[in-house]
Nanobody, 125 residues
């Protein structure tokens, strides 16, 4: 079993930046694709970005492409999401998730096995 703990959220003005971290327990972190999702009030949880087990491949939602960057450090059992040029519409709870299937980077919520508790990102205008 994998436990995921997010951190790094907060309140930031539009145009600002944040870096989210996801700390994972367990010795098999490098065997999982990792992803970040977000959920705004009254909306469904949506895919933001994903990264392959080795870190060599990434995938982004169109809404964040060019502004957000996902990365991982398998030695530290951690994944990261750098959020730049933030917009008020980026306000949401951000979750990291792991996928042990061994398939490509998937964007569906149901594809992911383990989830963190989430970290709030609020962008003021």
């Amino acid at each position: 079993q994998v436990q995921l703990v997010e951190s790094g959220g907060g309140l930031v003005q539009a145009g600002g930046s944040l870096r989210l971290s996801c700390a994972a327990s367990g010795r098999t972190f490098s065997g999982y694709n990792m992803a970040w999702f977000r959920q705004a009030p009254g909306k469904e949880r949506e895919f933001v970005a994903g990264i392959s087990r080795s870190g060599s491949s990434t995938r982004y939602a169109n809404s964040v492409k060019g502004r957000f960057t996902i990365s991982r450090d398998n030695f530290k059992n951690a994944a990261y999401l750098q959020l730049n040029t933030l917009k008020p519409e980026d306000t949401a709870v951000y979750y990291c998730a792991s996928d042990r299937s061994g398939l490509g980077i998937r964007s569906s919520v149901v594809a992911y096995d383990y989830w963190g508790q989430g970290t709030q990102v609020t962008v003021s205008s």
